[in-house]
Structure formats: C-alpha cells, structure tokens
C-alpha cells in the first residue's frame, strides 16, 4: 500500500488557481461585459478578493444552469447592475425618457 504525503492547504490553493486559470483561458478568456482578457491576478489575488464573480446572463438567479452564466470581472458586473437598477424605474414610470439615458437623441417636436 502506497501512503501518500498530504498536500498543505495553500499547495491545494495554489493547484486549485492554475487548474482554474487553464480552465479560464480555454473556455472564457475575456470578460463579456468589458471585452479585457482576464489576468492571472484576477482569478485568487495573494491577499484580497478576487476581481472575478459569475452573472447570470439572462438575469435569473433561480436556474441554476452553468450555461447561462458567465465570468465576468467584478468591477463591470457593479457597473452594469447599478446601470439597471438605475435605468429600470426610469423606463418604467418615464418610457421616453428611457432614449435619453441609453443615449439616444430625444425629437422636440
């Protein structure tokens, strides 16, 4: 019988964030919010959070299937969730106002 010497928990880590960063740069390199290559450094920071989270592409959070989530940097999904949290009660209450704030010319007439 072959006894096998067990691994530290930051050697488990360290194995663990390059099988995740083989995994990143086959399957998604690049975040789809923003279009940037994700990093090394974004996957598991030395110290710190992670600059990478999931999204749930067609904004529901009860399916839990993996094809309808993405690795997005964290950064861009506060900024696109503050966009629609934003643009949301606009639209609703203010559908011409909706032009405006996408950016979109508004006709005086």
Known sequence: MV????????E????????????IRKHQPHCPM?????????ILPPRGIDNLTDHHEH???????????VLVHRECHKRHH?????????SSEY???????????YDHD
């Open 34 to 42: 923003c279009g940037e290559l994700f990093v090394y450094a974004d």
């Open 95 to 105: 559908p011409d106002m909706q032009d405006l704030v996408e950016g979109d010319s």
């Open 59 to 69: 904004g529901d959070h009860s399916n839990p299937d993996p094809r309808f989530r």
């Open 12 to 23: 488990e880590k360290r194995r663990l964030k390059e099988f995740l960063w083989l995994m």
């Open 82 to 90: 503050v966009k629609d949290n934003i643009l949301k009660p606009i």
């Open 3 to 10: 006894k096998h010497k067990r691994s530290s928990l930051s």
